[in-house]
């Protein structure tokens, strides 16, 4: 931008100002034009803004018998802790831009809490004035045995609480040691779920982990990744171009996949992969029965030590690799397929893929 079209930006916006003042109706307080007004508004129209700190307070908020869930909405950077109290204690730190550090401590004064009750929910919502710019952190401390609802937040850190719903949560988010379901939906940035009694969940491009699982995991999930570690109950899948690593599964697998990977370590019971340009890895505990379909990738099962299986393998444009003393591949045109006992039969593992190999160890 050179000086010339600068000078006339600046020219509008004096001019425009200069209108606006001799032509609005006058405040509340009967004040009309001036020309120290006028000076004040380009002050705020062309100035720099700087963000200050501009207010930090705590306060106490009851928490009836009758409420069971709170929800929360706004706190950009948000910290939830369960304890055994009776009410809620929030406090705040709120951030505020303007002209100087006066100004931004006038806008952050005008930052609140707001509260409202409906039946056995409680809402807790950041109100902002229309002035500067705001930010608020909060850490709030609530009756561990609340359910909690969490909007509009960029960074959220929830533990020791009856329940959890991310209502569209975006951005880093860490919840743990949750007495009930972790449920709602994430979009971007590292999603950690620990210690938690179930799980569902709908996810986009989210850096999922998650350990210690009580009961069932369903899971929704559009890129990213996902590592699941020690989970007892039944894990249930959608995935599109996702990589997905889970250990230590107790529970049944189920999973629905296009474009991505899925490996899996320690699985004990049965398994239903049904994928599409998907890379599959498996490997067994003990005997179990397994059904791996792909295409345009390979398959690869990992054996336990001990007990036999009964094959059921297919290639189309590929080949199957087994151990010693497995059935022998047949193979016809482009189709390739081994059938039979291993180590004297057992579960069935129906294995299949198109473009790709079938390793069995």
Do not use: W
């Amino acid at each position: 931008m050179g000086k010339r079209e600068l000078v006339l930006i600046l020219a509008f916006v004096f001019l425009g100002t200069i209108l606006y003042q001799a032509t609005a109706p006058p405040k509340p307080e009967g004040r009309g034009f001036s020309l120290r007004g006028m000076i004040d508004n380009i002050r705020r129209e062309v100035g720099a803004r700087h963000e200050y700190l501009a207010d930090e307070r705590t306060q106490a908020i009851p928490i009836g018998a009758g409420i069971a869930e709170v929800r929360l909405v706004g706190p950009g950077d948000l910290r939830i802790e369960g304890t055994d109290g009776a009410q809620a204690i929030a406090t705040l730190q709120v951030y505020s831009t303007g002209l100087d550090e006066n100004e931004a401590r006038a806008l952050g004064k005008k930052t609140v809490l707001k509260t409202s009750g409906a039946g056995d929910l409680l809402s807790l919502e950041m109100s902002y004035p229309r002035e500067g710019r705001q930010r608020a952190m909060m850490t709030i401390r609530l009756p561990r045995r609340l359910r909690v609802r969490v909007s509009r937040v960029s960074r959220l850190e929830a533990r020791n609480l009856g329940g959890v719903e991310l209502d569209n949560t975006r951005g880093p988010a860490t919840v743990s040691a949750i007495a009930g379901i972790v449920r709602g939906t994430h979009n971007g940035g590292e999603l950690t779920l620990e210690h938690v009694k179930a799980i569902d969940l709908a996810a986009r491009r989210s850096e999922m982990t998650i350990a210690g699982v009580d009961g069932p995991v369903r899971l929704d999930l559009t890129g990213g990744t996902c590592r699941a570690r020690d989970i007892a109950g039944d894990f249930d899948v959608d995935g599109n171009r996702v990589d997905l690593d889970i250990e230590g599964l107790a529970g049944t697998l189920t999973a629905d996949l296009s474009q991505g990977s899925i490996e899996v370590t320690r699985l004990a019971k049965q398994a239903r992969v049904d994928a599409r340009g998907t890379e599959i890895r498996i490997a067994l505990e003990r005997p179990v029965p397994i059904s791996a379909i792909t295409t345009d990738e390979d398959v690869n099962v990992r054996l336990p030590e001990h007990g036999g299986f009964t094959l059921d393998a297919t290639v189309e444009n590929g080949e199957i690799r087994l151990p010693e003393r497995a059935p022998a591949p047949a193979r016809t045109g482009q189709t390739t397929i081994a059938q039979g006992a291993i180590r004297g039969g057992g579960p069935t593992l129906s294995l299949r893929t198109t473009h790709g190999d079938i390793v069995v160890r």
